[in-house]
Structures are given as structure tokens and as C-alpha cells.
């Protein structure tokens, strides 16, 4: 089945540094993949589309110079929390749907998601 | 506005208990509601996808329907390996395949 890995699935970094997430889809060849953020007891919320050789789409009130999105393969996405503070402590899941043919098509696959803390 | 809301917020069970989990919604024209479980510092996994209503789908102890307003998620003689975060969601028709809504899900605890 389709399988969608995350890395790190845990970092804490000092308020004002850079980190990065990265996000593979393991057997299958993804064109699009989706960031969602998840805040303790909310919902997951989108923050962004991913799309592989273009610019990423951000939703409304997310801060694209904030969280670059760099989508340079068919298999991996990135994001980078620029200056990093706090209030961006949260936990980052991103997203893909497998191609016909895979088992799982058409199904919005998470991967295991990544615990940010920003002290 | 498209909005999913859950009830109840936390659901404590005896092993064998069974029961019933609510997702209300309102989008301006559904194309999916998905069922999702979520462990404690994990991702999203799939459950089930319903398109219409009157749909139903069942895994193992899990059976979804669907109605024009709500979806429930029956949890027949639960186990505590059960135990998780059901998330629902919707896609609305117009929006992109991977832009769901989600509503803050049920935590369910299966106690032996």
C-alpha cells in the first residue's frame, strides 16, 4: 500500500533559528502533496499545497516567506519553518494521494507527522 | 462557511460496549466524507471514504453511514486496541482532492 515517511518525526529548535521537514512518498511518484498543521485539541487545518517543478499554493492566512514549501522531485516535499518562534510549536503532517493503480488510490495518505517545538 | 463538528469530544467504553460517533456538517455540495483514526502522535489513517447518502461501509468492528447532514461511525463490542482519535472529514465539491475539513475528533478509551 501507499506509504508516506516524515522527517523528523521530532525537533526542538531555539526561537528565531530555520527548520526543515521532509516528507517522501515511498512507492508511489506524487506531483501534489499537502502540509497540514494540527494545534493540541483543534483540527487539522491546510496550510499549503505542494506541487512538484512550481510554486506552492498557500491557504489563506498562512505566511508563504514564513513556511517555504520546495517540492524538487516526484517523491519529496520540504518545509521550512524560516525564524522559527513559539507560536509555531505544532505538529506538521504532510499529505499525498497515490496515483490509479496503487492500493490506496484517490485516499488522502498521511504520513506520521512532526512534533515541532520552538523553545 | 464548511464546517464538520463531533460529538461527543471523548468517549470512555467497557470493552464490548458498543456505540455510536457523531460527525455533523455543512458544505456548500459534498464530495467525500472520509473517516480517519489517529493515534497519539501519529498521522491520520484511512478508514473509510462514503459519497452519498444511504452509503454504508464496514471494517471489522467499524461501520459508517451516511445521511444528508451527518455520518456515524458504530463501534460494535469495541476492544481496547480501539482506543484512538476518529477524525471525520469533508470534501467539498470545487476544492482540491487534498483540502479536507476536518472536525476535531472523537477520543475514544476501550477499557478492559
Known amino acids: 500500500g501507499a506509504v508516506v515517511s516524515q522527517h523528523p518525526s521530532w525537533v526542538i529548535c531555539k526561537s528565531g533559528t530555520s527548520v526543515k521537514i521532509e516528507c517522501r512518498s515511498l512507492?508511489?511518484?506524487?506531483?501534489?502533496m499537502f502540509w497540514y498543521r494540527q494545534f493540541p485539541k483543534q483540527s487539522l487545518m491546510l496550510m499549503a499545497t505542494s506541487n512538484e517543478g512550481s510554486k506552492a499554493t498557500y491557504e489563506q492566512g498562512v505566511e508563504k516567506d514564513k513556511f517555504l514549501i520546495n517540492h524538487a522531485s516526484l517523491t519529496l516535499s520540504t518545509l521550512t519553518v524560516t525564524s522559527a518562534h513559539p507560536e509555531d510549536s505544532s505538529f506538521y503532517i504532510c499529505?499525498?494521494?497515490?496515483?490509479?493503480?496503487?492500493?490506496?488510490?484517490?485516499?488522502?495518505?498521511f504520513g506520521a507527522g512532526s512534533r515541532l517545538t520552538v523553545l | 462557511e464548511d464546517q464538520v463538528t463531533q460529538s461527543p469530544e471523548a468517549l470512555r467504553l467497557q470493552e464490548g460496549e458498543s456505540s455510536s460517533l457523531n460527525c455533523s456538517y455543512t458544505v456548500s455540495g459534498l464530495r467525500g466524507l472520509f473517516w480517519y483514526r489517529q493515534d497519539p502522535g501519529k498521522g491520520p489513517e484511512f478508514l473509510f471514504t462514503l459519497y452519498s447518502a444511504g452509503e454504508e461501509k464496514e471494517k471489522e468492528r467499524l461501520k459508517a453511514t451516511l445521511t444528508k447532514k451527518e455520518s456515524f461511525l458504530h463501534i460494535t463490542a469495541p476492544k481496547p486496541e480501539d482506543s484512538a482519535t476518529y477524525l471525520c472529514?469533508?470534501?467539498?465539491?470545487?476544492?482540491?482532492?487534498?483540502?479536507?475539513?476536518f472536525g476535531k475528533g472523537t477520543k475514544l478509551s476501550v477499557k478492559p
Open positions: 472529514a469533508v470534501q467539498a465539491l470545487g476544492g482540491s482532492q487534498g483540502n479536507l475539513i
Open positions: 499529505s499525498a494521494l497515490p496515483h490509479r493503480g496503487i492500493r490506496g488510490a484517490n485516499v488522502l495518505t
Open positions: 512507492d508511489f511518484q506524487a506531483t501534489t
